[in-house]
Every structure is written in C-alpha cells, then in structure tokens.
C-alpha cells in the first residue's frame, strides 16, 4: 500500500489534492478524464510501532536516511542466504545488525534485545516481530518504493520496455491495495478483453451524459481496459478514484479508508455490475446475460443421500466463485496432510463425502444420519477460487480472524474433471489456464497488502502489480507467494456450455 504524501513526485503521477476528511468519505471526482482532483484523508497510526520510532531516531543520531540504509542492506545481500540454515527462501535482514536469515531463524534472531525488525529482502516490507506484523510507516514506504522503481529502471530493456502492451499501475488512494488488486485480475481476464474493447458503444455512452458515465460501473470499467490495453504511456498509473467512489456508494460496508478484504471486494464488483447491467424485466438469474454471469457464474450441486432409505435429493445453487476451507496449522485434518497442501487436494476435499448426523428425510419422516456431497454441476468460463485464509477462531471469550499461512500450491493449467458432477462431466470443457493471482502478505487482514500476478494475454510472462509500481517476475516467485484468489479461463474458447 503506498502512503500518500504531500511529498509524492508530481511529475511521476497526476496532480492530487491530499487533505484530511472524515473515515467514510467519498473522494471527489472533477471530470470524467483520468486526471481527477482526489480527497483522500491522511492514513492515521493510532497506536505507531515504537520500534520503528526508535529506528528512525537511530537514523537521525547518525544523519542517514532510511532509503540509504534499507539500500545497503540490499547491496550487502544481493546473493541472500540465511545465516544459520544457509537457504535462500524467504531470507530477511535484520535492520539491526544486518544479520540474513530465512524466515524461520529470523524469528528466533528477534528475541535478543533490540533486534525485533527484519526487511523483507525480495519485496522490502518491514516486520515487527514485537507487533507480529508487517508494518506500513510512511518513512519506511516511500523507501521501498524508491528502491523499486531503481531496480526495475537498472534491470528493465528501455528498448523492450514500449513494447509491452496491456500492463499499467494503479494509483493506491489510501489502503486501496485490495481494490488494484481485483481491478488487475480481472482487467486482465482474456475473456472479458473483447467485451470492453470492442467499437461497440455502451448505451451510456450513446447518451454523452457525464453525469450518467461517472455513475455507470460499465463505463469506468471501459475507460480503465482502455487506458490499460490502448494507453500510449504505459508508464503513468491509472487513477481508479471513480471506481472506488462508485463501489462505496453501492457497498456502504467497504466506504472508508480502512484496509478490506480482496474477495469481499470481488464479489462486490460482481454485484455492482450484475445491478447495474441486468434485465429489469427478468427476475430469473439463470437467465441473465451481463458479463459477470456469462463468464463467472457457475453452479454447484448438492446430493443428500439418506442412510435408511437410500433416497437421494438434490439441489443446485449458482456460484460467482467457489471458496475453499484451508487447514489450520494446528488442526490434524487427516484429508490434509502436511505433504499435500495444494489447490487439488483443497477441491478434492470441498467434493468429499461428508456424514450429516441430523438429516430430517421426508421419505423416512425422521431424523437421521446423511451422506452429503457438493460437486460443480457448471463450469464457469473463468473460474476464481478463494483460498480461505482468514478464519474466526476463539480465543478466550472472544473470537479472533487468524491468518492462515501455509503455502498453498496452485497449477498453471487446472483440470476440473474429477471434481465435476457425472451427469455434466465434459474434459474439453473442464481444462483451464491461470491467468491472474491475488497473494496477501501480512499476519492479518487489517493490516496486511495484496499483490497481483497477471499473465497478460498471448505472452507467456509472468508481472507483478504493486498498486502503481509493475515489474516482470519469474514464474517461480508466483507460485511461491501466499495465494488467496486464483483466477483460471477455460480453455477450449469463450462460449458457454
């Protein structure tokens, strides 16, 4: 998440307004153009790290900065190992003594005296082990960004660099990261390309009203794809500042400048489109024929087996996405063991027989013991699952959201077959490509930061988008990120079945 600042280089991004407003807010828009004055209020740290504080007055004493000292860092380690284990995953430098470790033994380095912070080497972010969190000081955040855009501009081909089209940044407005998040997956959803690209004109835009194109969620979407894939600057961010207007004014519950939930927010989108896009004279979902459940609707069944009579009901209910119970890092769960933590094994579980102890049978008419079975009875085109990473769990008498980090594993190409109904099983229209993952980094949802990897259409590259900073990545920095929302296109073309 980037932290706006009066000190942000106007000439990187377009002019902003910056000024302190009440939590739930709307940001104002001038016009329809993608250079809008924005009100965004000044993110407040009500109960500040103190271990950072002390840093940053460590810094003083010795008249450095933190982008000196965090470049350092990165210069001292640029082949990274840990210093105990010598292994070079998820290595960490203690900002004390400037000790690389892996994640493991950074965590029991933390416990001497005045060691309990480590950068992050590969993304820079800055944990607390006191606070056990990563931490967003807006010192420490315009360090890491710099030292970003120094890396991509020494590693990137400035004749290559034009070349790539349909990638671009999005402007964070203020703990906006999960809102660029799922604006990148799904601007870049190849199904979706040829709807908002095409020279058909939406019918608000036959109406040249600015008042109805600012209001319609089709038409932002349009202006984003274009300035996306048909920008002649690829290197100025997009403002989603109309976007983020019009999702809190049709989800109250996601107003405000506090960090959201990614797929919360998703299936927001989903709901703002659907409304805004559907048959006003159909009432019947199954038939209707906006981009969101031509593409993403799916349908799950349900079969419900009694264990006296055999009799058998069923039921199908329609999906946007399909969300997948993770196992506790404490749990035992023998359909989880710790060997096979992966995408497969997490639907192989969600279509596994389950025993219900207190089934009512109507054949039976009494009270007893059901096998129950969920399976996909539609496919969608664009498949999204949701990783549950963020479970209640009690903690005394109150309940707390814990985060799940266990390394989730995820193919590129995903077959559907053995987790689909027999009835509607169809291998050609079962194989899907991934195109796009939402990672979250962080110890929990308030005040973590998600991450988008995109696979861009027609080229077999992999991009990091961090709000406004893009850059190319290895296919294996992908799959080793903390998934949370996995976007796959079936392959065998766009029609439905």
Known sequence: MIELSSSTNSSSFPSMSLVSSPPRSVCSTTNATNNPTVVVPARLHKFPCQDIEKLKQKYRIQHTSCFT?????????RISKCRECNSDEQ?????????????????????????????????????????????YDPVFERARRKIILLQQN????????????????????????FMNSVLQAFVHAPVLR???????????ESKDDNHTINNCIMCQLRLLYHH???????????????????????????????????????????????????????????????????????ALQSEITCSQCGSVSTKNDLV???????????????????????????????????????????????????????????????????????QYVKKSR????????????????LNLTPYMTKTTMNEENAKYCLFAVISHFGASVETGHYMCYVKPQLQNRWFRCDDHCVCEVSAEEVFKSECYLLFYQRMNGNSAS
């Open 154 to 177: 020494s590693t990137s081909n400035p004749s290559a660099s034009t070349t790539v089209g349909g990638i671009c940044g999005l402007l964070n407005l203020g703990n906006t990261c």
């Open 91 to 135: 290595c960490r430098i203690c900002l004390e003594c400037s000790s690389c470790f892996c994640r493991h033994h950074a965590q029991q380095h933390s416990r001497l005296p005045s060691h309990p912070l480590a950068i992050d080497v590969k993304r820079l972010f800055v944990h607390c082990y006191n606070c056990g969190d990563v931490q």
């Open 398 to 413: 109150s309940k707390m959201r814990k985060k799940i980090s266990a390394h989730i594993s995820f193919p590129a190409e």
């Open 320 to 390: 946007r996405d399909i969300s997948l119970q993770l196992p506790l890092s404490s749990s035992s769960d023998e359909l989880f063991p710790s060997s096979s933590f992966s995408l497969e094994n997490c639907l192989w579980r969600f279509t596994h027989s389950e025993t219900l102890s207190n089934f009512y049978c109507d054949k039976c008419q009494l009270s007893m013991s059901a096998n129950i079975k969920l399976t996909i009875s539609q496919a969608p085109i664009v498949a999204c699952f949701h990783l549950k990473r963020f």
């Open 228 to 298: 996306v894939h048909e920008g002649q600057t690829t290197n100025e961010p997009f403002v989603p500042s109309q976007l983020l207007y019009l999702i809190w004014t049709h989800e109250n519950h996601l107003a405000g400048f506090e960090e959201q939930d990614a797929q919360e927010l998703l299936m927001a989108l989903f709901n703002i489109i659907h409304s805004q896009n559907s048959d006003e004279n159909s009432n019947d979902e199954k038939t209707c024929s906006c981009i969101i459940d031509r593409f993403f609707k799916g």
């Open 69 to 77: 000292h965090f470049q350092n860092l990165i210069n001292k380690h």
């Open 194 to 204: 040829e709807c908002f690209l095409s020279e058909k004109q939406h019918q608000c």
